[in-house]
């Protein structure tokens, strides 16, 4: 662990050594995210583009298992660097780690049984069912991989090491972005090589995160001797955890919601709503980049009682969040079409839809990172319901009434422009939420 940084670096320097690793691994990310989506649209068949669109909620559903690891262990563990605990530290990772595989078995038993009524609540049709159960199939077999990668990415990031977790994260993306090419299109295997490039992608930094956690200097430990199912252990993983799960499960959710009413439309529209989709998440994980990145160094000065650090680390943050919202924003509003092309050039109606979908989706990301910034900053903290009452505004609360509405009035105009609203009212709240708390530290 670097104690300098965390006490001694100027804040700039020392948010931009623990979150440029975790930006730069979340670039590769986007990368990954949008490849899958680029290289199945090299088939010409927009049916297996939809069908990617339809199963990402699937994959975000296993990621939410994870983090319940990756941040609400993570998260523990900052704070246990601020306090110094280093024995309680290896339990908590040894804990994460176990506990996590077991997670992963029981999602891929679950999957597999109930893999009909799965496929029907996510939205498919007759052209898309079954190129969408070939991606869930292989999908429900590496749960275990992908909830694993995505846990220990977060823990190790959270002891400062923000280069290993971007290292593990880059060499899982990578695979994946060399095998997408050969599996899908040199081999014919379409969605089902989409499918096997991810899984063995997030083997590949499974991998290395173990390598790393058994033979590198770390404070962390997977060794079965340090394990314990102690009460506030579980306790405290859970209690962030479980927030931050639910966040990523209603974003799941609320991706399924928004497949279904499309779905009444056409296709068309849910292929254009999946390229939008990826589009906006370059946004999304360069904020998560900036707001993960920042969290350890929030959660260790709040430990310490260093308030004054820890309230300019969040300013700092919220300032970049703001600058990175912004860009994204202007850059997709001017070359919306362009962005579209690069996935399909065929038909003009996906290209006109993606291209409103996409204007729509980003105009609230300007201020969207403060949210971010903020959900990470009650994480750190510890203040799991402050955390859980903004994950539940942004993708339930005002969201799914948001939709129904806008639907019901405004058909495929109220679909599209429901997520922005919800993207506003949320960040409202948690800038309400989080001067009441400053109050309270005042005092």
């Keep these: ?41 090299k088939t010409q068949d927009q049916n297996q583009v939809a069908a990617v669109t339809l199963c990402l909620p699937i994959f975000l559903l296993l990621m939410s298992f994870g ?66 159960k070939s991606y869930l199939i292989i999908l429900s077999l590496g749960a275990t991989f992908i909830c694993l990668q995505t846990a220990f990415g977060g823990i190790i990031r959270a002891e400062g ?4 977790a971007m290292i593990g994260m880059m060499i899982g993306t990578i ?35 173990i390598y790393y956690l058994l033979f590198k200097k770390t404070c962390l430990s997977i060794n079965i001797k340090y394990f314990s199912l102690q009460t506030n252990i579980i306790k405290n993983i859970l209690i962030i955890g479980i927030p931050v799960s639910l966040n990523t499960i209603l974003i ?26 990826r589009v906006s998440t370059i946004a999304i994980m360069l904020l998560l980049g900036l707001s993960q990145g920042s969290q350890p160094f929030i959660g260790y000065n709040f430990a310490a009682k ?19 919202g912004t860009t994204s924003f202007l850059t997709t509003f001017i070359f919306a079409e362009q962005i579209v092309k690069i996935f399909l050039k065929e038909p003009p109606q996906v290209i006109e839809y993606g291209k409103y979908f996409i204007k729509a989706t980003m105009s609230a990301y300007t201020i969207l990172g403060v949210q971010f910034i903020l959900m990470s900053t009650f994480q750190a903290m510890g203040k799991g319901g402050s955390a859980l009452i903004v994950s539940l505004c942004r993708q339930g609360f005002a969201f799914v009434p948001a939709i129904i509405i806008g639907n019901m009035l ?5 679909i599209v422009w429901a997520q922005p609203f919800a993207d506003i009212i949320s960040v409202f709240i948690a800038s309400i939420m989080y001067i009441i708390i400053q109050k309270n530290l005042k005092k």
């Design 252 to 277: 799941s959710a609320a991706n399924i919601i928004l497949n279904n009413f499309a779905a009444h439309y056409s296709d068309t529209v849910v292929t254009a709503l999946g390229i939008s989709g």
């Design 175 to 209: 695979l994946n972005i060399v095998l997408d090419p050969i599996m899908i299109l040199n081999m014919n295997m379409g969605i089902t090589g989409a499918a096997l490039a991810t899984i063995i992608g997030n083997i590949a930094s499974c991998v290395y995160y």
């Design 410 to 414: 405004f058909e495929l105009n109220g």
């Design 306 to 324: 260093n308030y004054t650090r820890m309230n300019k680390a969040i300013k700092f943050s919220m300032a970049c969040a703001i600058i990175i």
């Design 1 to 41: 662990m670097n104690k300098e940084l965390f006490e001694e670096y100027p804040i700039p320097k020392a948010i931009g050594k623990l979150a440029m690793p975790t930006i730069l691994g979340m670039l590769i990310n986007i990368i990954y995210n949008m490849a899958d989506t680029f290289f199945v649209a």
């Design 161 to 164: 090491a923000s280069k290993q």
């Design 67 to 132: 983090n319940i690891f990756a941040i609400g262990g993570g998260a523990y563990v900052s704070r246990l660097l601020g306090e110094k605990n280093y024995e309680k530290i290896k339990n908590v990772t040894s804990f994460s780690f176990y506990f996590c595989i077991v997670t992963g078995i029981i999602c891929t038993l679950t999957l597999i049984l109930f893999i009909e009524p799965v496929l029907k609540f996510i939205g498919t049709s007759t052209n898309t069912y079954n190129f969408s």
